[in-house]
């Protein structure tokens, strides 16, 4: 596995630990899956674990590495990551909307300094640089993207 999936699963495990909708203590039925992109069928899994669960999901996916000094003779890469909150329209006793899930993973990750599960990776701490809203006429979905730097 690439530092940057083993820093996204660690991302990920975050979440389930820190947003109420995603933690193992809820029921199945209504907890919100955390999926890290492994650029499989990734639209296949949603689908499956969206049916599942509250009609609703997150999705990180790694997006690149950007070098902060390209000119130093030392390879220092960073990770961008792009994580999705997607939910159905219209939600099952609408037990929480894309707005709150987005605003609540939102929250939880950005500052998290994850443990150094890989020494070479070296993080700092995650930074929410934006979200914005995805179109989309099936689902209703923002994506958050945030990166890492790594000095």
């Known amino acids: 596995m690439s530092k940057w999936l083993a820093h996204a699963e660690l991302v990920a495990a975050h979440i389930r630990a820190e947003v109420s909708y995603c933690l193992s203590t ?27 669960a509250a009609g609703a ?9 950007k070098n902060p000094d390209p000119d130093s003779n030392q390879l220092r890469t960073g990770a961008e990551y792009a994580i999705t909150c997607m939910t ?26 994850p443990p150094l599960a890989t020494p070479s990776l070296r993080p700092r701490r995650l930074r929410v640089q934006d979200i914005g809203l995805v179109p989309n006429k099936f689902l209703l979905i923002y994506e958050i993207t945030a990166d890492i730097v790594r000095l």
């Open 57 to 65: 999901s997150v999705v990180i996916s790694w997006t690149g590495a």
């Open 88 to 113: 159905k329209p219209i939600l099952k006793d609408e037990t929480v909307t894309c707005d709150d899930l987005t605003e609540a993973v939102a929250e939880a990750i950005h500052g998290y300094q």
């Open 26 to 52: 809820v029921p199945e039925a209504t907890r919100i899956p955390v999926i890290v992109d492994r650029k499989l069928d990734i639209v296949n899994i949603v689908n499956q674990t969206a049916a599942k």
